[in-house]
Nanobody
Framework: QVQLVESGGGLVQAGGSLRLSCVAS????????SGWYRQAPGKQRELVAS???????NYADSVKGRFTISRDNAKNTVYLQMNSLKPEDTAVYYC????????WGQGTQVTVSS
């Protein structure tokens, strides 16, 4: 059984930073593409950042230069370092992995106050 468990969300002021973590069981991150999505109220879920099995990263234009996705193979954990946070970054952030983004975590709330 695959489980993805996110943590690290919270309330932060604009300009602040947070680091999200996603720990996996039942799936090996280094053998699967993984990524972070987010969904704000009334909006569609969007891909924020992804990392391939080879370590190649991609980012949504709205977070380029501010967010960094990384992976610790030994800990089977994917991270999302979020700097210079803006109120528009407020959303539930989800970890996903596997072919076709098959597996999902339960989400963690990130709230950025102005």
């Amino acid at each position: 059984q695959v489980q993805l468990v996110e943590s690290g969300g919270g309330l932060v002021q604009a300009g602040g930073s947070l680091r999200l973590s996603c720990v996996a069981s039942g799936i090996v991150f280094r053998l699967n593409a993984s990524g972070w999505y987010r969904q704000a109220p009334g909006k569609q879920r969007e891909l924020v950042a992804s990392i391939s099995t080879g370590g190649r990263t991609n980012y949504a234009d709205s977070v380029k230069g501010r967010f960094t996705i990384s992976r610790d193979n030994a800990k089977n954990t994917v991270y999302l370092q979020m700097n210079s946070l803006k109120p528009e970054d407020t959303a539930v952030y989800y970890c996903s992995a596997g072919a076709g983004w098959r597996y999902w975590g339960q989400g963690t709330q990130v709230t950025v106050s102005s």
